[in-house]
């Protein structure tokens, strides 16, 4: 563990326990191939990590002080690699099952593909078409804002 301020399980007003005490973001990348269908950036969680060995993206806790953006893009470079300093934002989802915690997913358009297991909490990075994302073996979290997730990138095509 990083040892930042945002890092511990909290209990929510729902009764479930989550990751973040400030809540938690994460990014889903996207590429546009020329004439070809998007793709995504999905992270193979490893199997230490809570829903180990699933599908996801890059992610985690808010630290105190930062945005959900600043801790998605911050987050996502801490597990993914270095994100091309060209990029757009397309939109984000927030899914917030109480009324004390909230994750949030940024959408980024990059113009080029990146990505690498560069920590311990990354097993694998692929870049998926979005017909293939359901397919995968995915986090049950990423799962339920995945239809919101292609949404936003299919009305920024």
Known sequence: MSGRSGDGFVRC?????????????????????????????????????????????????????????????REASEEVGDIPPHHRELGEYVFAPAVDWQYTTVVLEVDEPFGASVNFETDAVAWVHLDDVDDMQLHAGFAAAWPHLRSIVEAAA
């Open 13 to 73: 007003s729902d009764g479930h326990t989550r990751w973040g005490v400030f809540g938690a973001a994460g990014v889903v990348f996207v590429l546009r191939p020329a004439g070809g269908l998007p793709l995504v950036m999905l992270q193979k969680r490893s199997a230490w990590a809570h829903e180990g060995g699933t599908w996801s993206c890059a992610g985690g806790a808010i630290d105190e002080g930062e945005t959900p953006y600043e801790a998605a893009l």
